[in-house]
């Protein structure tokens, strides 16, 4: 506990990053902190919906904002703060033990990741070892609630279960990926064979057999967890919805407003999830100022990879989901990588301000772990993101030389669309650049001029596609990234920089 | 059993139709007959698919053919040659036994209609007393095989099983409506509190499990069936699928090919369901080929009302997926009665032929009762339909003097559009008149040059409408047809005579 007040600043400096006009003054009480969490949401459905709207009146808006394209390998960097390169937790995990997800391929052998996700202890195979956020945040007196999907590890893993990497209360989330059922009256499960589903959510027994919405039933959950909290003790929520995940099942409450001419059934249903999660994000809004909390909790809301675009099962046509951005879910394009992500804290946060600054998930537990007071305590990972403090307070400042990775060394689906699979990207300023294993070729993007990668600028601009490749290799290699073989031969695929030769065309 | 010849020709004389060229002369053996139902399928909504585009090929093809607007009142006028207006089961019946399926009204008292659906035993209360055909058949010497959709009444009503009403096999048919699920994986349940729906299909334990979707484990169940019939014995098979009702879910052996950009993810689902009709269209056609029973078994293809056209659960916009016709399923205008019929007979019916002539549901009563020569046979019922031999025997026939009458003096849903609800009707010839209780008025199409019931020339032809008015309230009275009082007053509403008073304007 400190109760000296002390200059955030200095903490900053190591990261290059100064702005003497803004800084942050830790006092007690310490702030609240809320992850609000939702799960495929595309970078800008929830953009007209009510109540993220006042969000976005009263706090800052990153419109440059990133996670993987997956949601398992997000997760791991939101409570490790390390980059999917090095946890090598680079596809979902699968529920049960010991199985990896990725779909069969014929060119390429897969790589040996982190199939079973977090890890707490050394002797579980497979799974990458770390000092969880919630246990740094427990073990500094908050309160740490999670309500929702987890999904950081395989059913058998300690981490599986979120009392294991430091949760006070953990209501209804586990190995699971996504929910058997959204309806309360179908107990949230539906059974194959006679047999629990085993996407079947666990922990909502009170909600059984009701007239209840999953999403509805997790806000009540969470609502209630912090009415137990004692005063005086500052609480970290992580509530993290299932929606707007598949099944992609209608929220009664909503659906028929979403229908009319123009928009496809399953898009109606997507919409209703939405609106169901902007209900939540009110619900927990009104919350706080009822309860005099507003002012010191940090709210950050975001989503854990692009919208799905995949058809079926979402609605419309495969790849158009998230226009202007190309793909979506599963792909290193903006699509499948770039993500709504606001944050309030009246006591710090200028309200309705915009920053452009590039920002990716692992930077959340820096950000949080500084806020909380606990950016001294060692943790074993390796921490890749940095706090975002100062961009927290002024939305002004851009850095525009930091280097964002993103790394997918895995074939996610069996369609092979838009680098759905296999591929890593890299991000400066307002340059991208992807590296697609299958066609072992770059792309170059300008996002300022083109935020749909639609014009690929590798042969007008090699020396830029050079000098990218250059640090999307460094930072590979540094990291200890895995690249896979190539069938038969066993040959690693050549890393990005061996590949830039014959750009001069 | 018979093995006299005898010319259908004078059982045909008391309907007043004589075509002196064409005749069917009855030997043994006895053609076997297939009832191939389809539920909620739209008058055009399979025409596309090969299967019943073969079917139509070596068939006649009804193009106004009529059912019910709604299920159980179809499936019980089929069983007894009855029409709706007498039978009074004129709403779909409750899985529970009585249990009224009307929605609340605030202006009609609702009447008592026969909610327990069709009746064997004079001690069951608002049930329908009657001699069902597949007793007829199977007192014949008929393998009669039911498998699916029943719904000919609610649970702990006789008829409720089809083996009590003279099916030797029964298989998946029950008091339900519509399947909890389609999916072998999920036993064609969907629990509700852990406990299994009311709507999972029974009697399919041996696909439970299994990745088999319901419409396939129909079929496959019907041809085992078949495959168990004795040489030399004729059946009846009432091969009655749950597709495509709701709930509307994809097939996934065919979703994926429906998918575009032009068609909604719920209708493409629903073009799924479709799509796995018709391919158990092409299983029994093959089975017959292949058996060498094609030559003698007559096929009638049929849904039991129009498409459903409310939305949700139908992707795309109330109201228009029955275009050119008007409405859906529920409505007396024809987008809810038309329905595509087929009849393929090869020993009797003219391949690629289309009749003109209109027909009703309660035809196929008569109709197979006189194939299967039991046409003598008492049955306690009145019967309404007539055989319609001679017009498969020759499709330029058609009767334009007959009328057809529909009544639906109920409220079928919360909606009140398109005569949905409260409403009877008639044809004759091709003047269509419908009678709107809520509105207290009449309408009247030309539907040679309306199909799709646009113009309302009830104040251009008074006097047509008088006549048919006049036809339409004999008919219903003499049926005795049940009609709604006011709440508050408790009057009787006017009978379709009774307002024409005002037409001339």
């Given at each position: 506990?400190?109760?000296?007040?002390?200059?955030?600043?200095?903490?900053?400096?190591?990261?290059?990053?100064?702005?003497?006009?803004?800084?942050?003054?830790?006092?007690?009480?310490?702030?609240?902190?809320i992850?609000f969490?939702?799960?495929?949401?595309?970078?800008?459905?929830?953009?007209?919906?009510?109540n993220f709207?006042k969000l976005?009146?009263t706090?800052?808006?990153?419109?440059?904002?990133?996670?993987?394209?997956?949601?398992?390998?997000?997760?791991?960097?939101?409570?490790?703060?390390?980059?999917?390169?090095?946890?090598?937790?680079?596809?979902?995990?699968?529920?049960?033990?010991?199985?990896?997800?990725?779909?069969?391929?014929?060119?390429?052998?897969?790589?040996?990741?982190?199939?079973?996700?977090?890890?707490?202890?050394?002797?579980?195979?497979?799974?990458?070892?770390?000092?969880?956020?919630?246990?740094?945040?427990?073990?500094?007196?908050?309160?740490?609630?999670?309500?929702?999907?987890?999904?950081?590890?395989?059913?058998?893993?300690?981490?599986?279960?979120?009392?294991?990497?430091?949760?006070?209360?953990?209501?209804?989330?586990?190995?699971?990926?996504?929910?058997?059922?959204?309806?309360?009256?179908?107990?949230?499960?539906?059974?194959?064979?006679?047999?629990?589903?085993?996407?079947?959510?666990?922990?909502?027994?009170?909600?059984?057999?009701?007239?209840?919405?999953?999403?509805?039933?997790?806000?009540?959950?969470?609502?209630?967890?912090?009415?137990?909290?004692?005063?005086?003790?500052?609480?970290?929520?992580?509530?993290?919805?299932?929606?707007?995940?598949?099944?992609?099942?209608?929220?009664?409450?909503?659906?028929?407003?979403?229908?009319?001419?123009?928009?496809?059934?399953?898009?109606?249903?997507?919409?209703?999830?939405?609106?169901?999660?902007?209900?939540s994000l009110g619900d927990v809004l009104d919350y706080l100022e009822e309860?005099?909390?507003s002012?010191?909790t940090?709210i950050?809301?975001?989503?854990?990879?692009?919208?799905?675009?995949?058809?079926?099962?979402?609605?419309?046509?495969?790849?158009?989901?998230?226009?202007?951005?190309?793909?979506?879910?599963?792909?290193?394009?903006?699509?499948?990588?770039?993500?709504?992500?606001?944050?309030k804290?009246?006591?710090?946060?200028?309200?309705?301000?915009?920053?452009?600054?590039?920002?990716?998930?692992?930077?959340?537990?820096?950000?949080?772990?500084?806020?909380?007071?606990?950016?001294?305590?060692?943790?074993?990972?390796?921490?890749?993101?940095?706090?975002?403090?100062?961009?927290?307070?002024?939305?002004?400042?851009?850095?525009?030389?930091?280097?964002?990775?993103?790394?997918?060394?895995?074939?996610?689906?069996?369609?092979?669309?838009?680098?759905?699979?296999?591929?890593?990207?890299?991000?400066?300023?307002?340059?991208?650049?992807?590296?697609?294993?299958?066609?072992?070729?770059?792309?170059?993007?300008?996002?300022?001029?083109?935020?749909?990668?639609?014009?690929?600028?590798?042969?007008?601009?090699?020396?830029?596609?050079?000098?990218?490749?250059?640090?999307?290799?460094?930072?590979?290699?540094?990291?200890?990234?895995?690249?896979?073989?190539?069938?038969?031969?066993?040959?690693?695929?050549?890393?990005?920089?061996?590949?830039?030769?014959?750009?001069?065309?």
């Amino acid at each position: 506990m400190m109760d000296i007040k002390f200059l955030l600043f200095t903490l900053l400096f190591g990261y290059g990053v100064c702005n003497a006009g803004t800084f942050y003054e830790r006092e007690d009480p310490k702030p609240n902190i809320i992850v609000f969490l939702v799960d495929d949401l595309g970078w800008q459905d929830i953009s007209t919906f009510p109540n993220f709207k006042k969000l976005v009146q009263t706090g800052v808006q990153f419109s440059d904002a990133y996670a993987t394209p997956l949601c398992t390998p997000t997760r791991v960097s939101l409570i490790t703060g390390t980059n999917a390169a090095r946890h090598r937790v680079t596809n979902w995990t699968h529920p049960d033990k010991d199985r990896s997800t990725d779909y069969p391929d014929t060119i390429f052998q897969h790589v040996d990741w982190n199939i079973n996700g977090l890890g707490i202890d050394q002797s579980e195979n497979n799974t990458f070892l770390v000092t969880p956020l919630p246990r740094l945040l427990k073990e500094n007196g908050y309160r740490t609630i999670l309500v929702g999907k987890a999904h950081f590890g395989s059913k058998g893993i300690a981490a599986s279960n979120p009392k294991n990497i430091g949760f006070d209360v953990s209501i209804a989330g586990s190995e699971i990926g996504h929910p058997a059922s959204y309806f309360g009256w179908e107990n949230f499960d539906r059974p194959r064979n006679g047999s629990p589903n085993r996407n079947a959510v666990p922990g909502l027994e009170k909600f059984h057999g009701q007239d209840i919405f999953l999403t509805e039933a997790l806000t009540q959950s969470a609502l209630a967890a912090l009415g137990n909290v004692e005063k005086q003790t500052p609480f970290f929520l992580y509530l993290s919805h299932y929606a707007v995940h598949t099944p992609i099942e209608a929220d009664p409450r909503y659906v028929d407003s979403f229908y009319d001419t123009s928009v496809d059934s399953v898009e109606a249903a997507y919409q209703s999830l939405v609106k169901g999660v902007d209900k939540s994000l009110g619900d927990v809004l009104d919350y706080l100022e009822e309860n005099n909390l507003s002012e010191n909790t940090a709210i950050f809301f975001l989503s854990d990879n692009g919208g799905l675009s995949r058809v079926p099962p979402r609605g419309g046509v495969s790849d158009t989901h998230n226009t202007p951005l190309r793909s979506g879910k599963g792909s290193v394009y903006e699509g499948g990588i770039r993500i709504p992500f606001v944050v309030k804290w009246p006591k710090v946060v200028r309200p309705q301000s915009v920053s452009k600054n590039p920002v990716i998930v692992e930077d959340l537990f820096s950000t949080i772990r500084a806020i909380a007071g606990v950016e001294d305590r060692e943790v074993v990972q390796t921490v890749d993101g940095i706090n975002l403090l100062p961009y927290l307070q002024d939305a002004d400042l851009v850095d525009s030389t930091r280097a964002l990775v993103w790394h997918h060394p895995n074939r996610w689906i069996k369609e092979d669309f838009s680098s759905s699979s296999w591929a890593s990207a890299l991000r400066i300023g307002n340059w991208k650049l992807i590296y697609d294993y299958t066609k072992q070729e770059l792309e170059l993007y300008n996002l300022d001029s083109d935020i749909g990668e639609k014009q690929n600028v590798v042969h007008k601009h090699p020396e830029k596609t050079k000098e990218l490749a250059g640090i999307l290799t460094q930072k590979l290699k540094q990291r200890e990234a895995q690249l896979p073989r190539f069938k038969g031969t066993e040959k690693l695929i050549p890393w990005p920089n061996e590949i830039v030769n014959d750009l001069k065309k």
